[in-house]
């Protein structure tokens, strides 16, 4: 059984849990006892016609006569405030001091005020779903809904989007991540979260950035898969077999640092900083030839976690000289 977040998914859970087990046993029991009365007198049939009308309306009688637990009450007071954005098909949480990422960090025990909308280019209705929370609300573009909820067990719980909203649906998840208040308040959680941690790389923070933001589930970083266009040198040895593509919709970004890259226009431009920095805030700039289909999401992120990306891009390089410059990077 999945652990829940808080005590109210845990009595939700066990409520709808008992519901369709009573439902369950006693449609199955009045089945039993009408199969058996049939066979017995075959007469009866005209009774179990009669009968068929209340067997239908009984499940729906006890499933309206369970009660399910009460929603807990939250006060706003000392609340943690995020903004949490839609997009198709992406999620985006904004903390206090402006950090954005692609995964929910909420402390422990806390009361969580969720300011929940529907944005980008096409927005559409989304639904914020935490089973672990036994929370769902549906949102539409131009409106603001507010949730208030209180994670009381620590670990990764699934946030998925709960209203069919297009093709990309099936991938639009992210994680809500309940760590302790010291954790939360650690740079890289809540109370500075501006700048690299002072225990890790420039590159090695962009690399928690990446995968925070939801990026891999449409680019691969590995040398499995080479799809960047014919004007460039492929990155895997002539003698080695051919691989079979990963099924993602974005291009590869292994060494693709300093690489030509052919835009839908027929232009070729080069992959230095400027581009991939466009690549990341105004995506539909510069679209590569053969993702002319592929609609990625501008992402609105702090300045410090661009450069930390393009620092994470540099260190995928298979150049020895462009990954020693991601160890110290700094814009240029």
Known sequence: MTQNASDYADALSAHVTDAAWAIGLSVLALVVVLAIACLRRPGSRDVARLLLAPIAMLPFALFLGTT??????LARGEAVVIHARAHRWRWEFEQSNGMIEGRLLVPVGRTVHLVLTSEGPEPTVHSFHVPALGIGVDVAPGQKRHVLFVAEREGDYLIECGAFCGTGHARMSASLVVVSQAEFDRPYGCTLGLHAPLDVTMAEWGERVFANNGCPACHTVGEARSDLPSTQPSSLPDDEPSRPPLVLVGPGLYD????????????VVLADTDYLRRAIVRPQDDVVVGYEETSMPAFNLPEAQVNALLAYLHALSASPEIRERAKDFEPY
């Open 68 to 73: 399910p637990p009460p929603v807990p009450t």
């Open 256 to 267: 693709l640092v300093m690489r030509e890259r052919t835009l839908s226009d027929g232009a």
